[in-house]
């Protein structure tokens, strides 16, 4: 005859319940808020490409426009993989300059303004700066984040020349962009994007510096965006 031994766990203490109970919560809270800011980021998105769309439908020849959607849809697919981050920077100034940066492009007039630049010269160097947003995005993987986050250090591929790839590949777009469709308003908002995407930078490189692995990356990779500059 075999013996079975039954093996009964004992239960919490009521100050260990207590404990494990808080803990519970917490997570359910932090994944409750990381679902609701995908949400709304999604849905940013999701407005500024159906817009683009639309005139796109008017005017197809509109190549410069084309890659901006391109870009800005990219957004979707890198949001929906990206895994819960380690660390997360949720300072309410930075969840508004992080939410600014990322989709203030939403507030870009896309009528067709004024080239100053045509568009054979601009949409070839546009296309680069999509390229090395998606070079960017690739090597990342999963780690994509808009708020400033530690979803794991990433020191290879388009990594390994600057420090924020898909930032340098955003700047060009927009830069492009704007000179074969140039408006006073657009040149203003870009200009706020472009200022708030550098404080971006420096909320999202204090979060990652707390790792070793990122402070001996930072000493190896010197620049930001563009090498021997910023």
Same mark, same amino acid.
């Given at each position: 005859?075999?013996?079975?031994? $039954?093996?009964?766990?004992?239960?919490?203490?009521?100050?260990?319940? /207590?404990?494990?109970?808080?803990?519970? !919560?917490?997570?359910?809270?932090?994944?409750? &808020?990381?679902?609701?800011? &995908?949400?709304?980021?999604?849905?940013?998105?999701? +407005?500024? *490409?159906y817009r683009g769309v639309q005139h796109l439908l008017v005017d197809p020849a509109r190549l410069n426009l084309l890659l901006l959607m391109v870009s800005d849809s990219l957004t979707f697919i890198w949001l929906l993989t990206a895994r819960r981050p380690?660390?997360?920077?949720?300072?309410?100034?930075? *969840?508004?300059?992080?939410?600014?940066? /990322?989709?203030?492009? /939403?507030?870009?007039?896309?009528?067709?303004?004024?080239?100053?630049?045509?568009?054979?010269?601009?949409?070839?160097?546009?296309?680069?700066?999509?390229?090395?947003?998606?070079?960017?995005?690739? !090597?990342?993987?999963?780690?994509?984040?808009?708020?400033?986050?530690?979803? /794991?250090?990433?020191?290879?591929?388009?990594?390994?020349?600057?420090?924020?790839?898909?930032?340098?590949?955003?700047?060009?777009?927009?830069?492009?962009?704007?000179?074969?469709?140039? !408006? $006073? =308003?657009?040149?203003?908002? =870009?200009?706020? $994007?472009?200022?708030?995407?550098?404080?971006?930078? +420096? &909320?999202?490189?204090? *979060?990652?510096?707390?790792?070793?692995?990122? !402070?001996?990356?930072?000493?190896?990779?010197?620049?930001?965006?563009?090498?021997?500059?910023?």
């Amino acid at each position: 005859m075999t013996d079975l031994t $039954i093996f009964k766990s004992e239960p919490l203490s009521g100050a260990e319940a /207590g404990l494990w109970s808080g803990l519970r !919560s917490r997570e359910i809270l932090i994944d409750l &808020r990381e679902g609701l800011f &995908r949400f709304i980021a999604l849905a940013v998105a999701a +407005l500024f *490409v159906y817009r683009g769309v639309q005139h796109l439908l008017v005017d197809p020849a509109r190549l410069n426009l084309l890659l901006l959607m391109v870009s800005d849809s990219l957004t979707f697919i890198w949001l929906l993989t990206a895994r819960r981050p380690l660390v997360r920077d949720w300072n309410p100034l930075t *969840v508004f300059v992080a939410l600014a940066a /990322g989709f203030g492009g /939403g507030f870009v007039s896309m009528e067709a303004g004024v080239p100053i630049i045509p568009l054979y010269v601009a949409a070839p160097i546009q296309f680069i700066g999509l390229w090395i947003v998606i070079w960017g995005k690739v !090597s990342l993987g999963r780690s994509f984040a808009i708020l400033p986050a530690n979803r /794991g250090v990433v020191t290879g591929g388009a990594y390994r020349f600057v420090r924020h790839p898909i930032y340098a590949g955003y700047l060009i777009g927009h830069i492009l962009f704007l000179l074969s469709s140039f !408006s $006073i =308003y657009n040149f203003t908002v =870009y200009a706020i $994007i472009t200022l708030f995407q550098i404080h971006r930078i +420096l &909320r999202e490189e204090a *979060v990652l510096a707390r790792t070793q692995e990122y !402070s001996e990356y930072m000493d190896r990779v010197r620049y930001r965006l563009v090498p021997g500059i910023f």
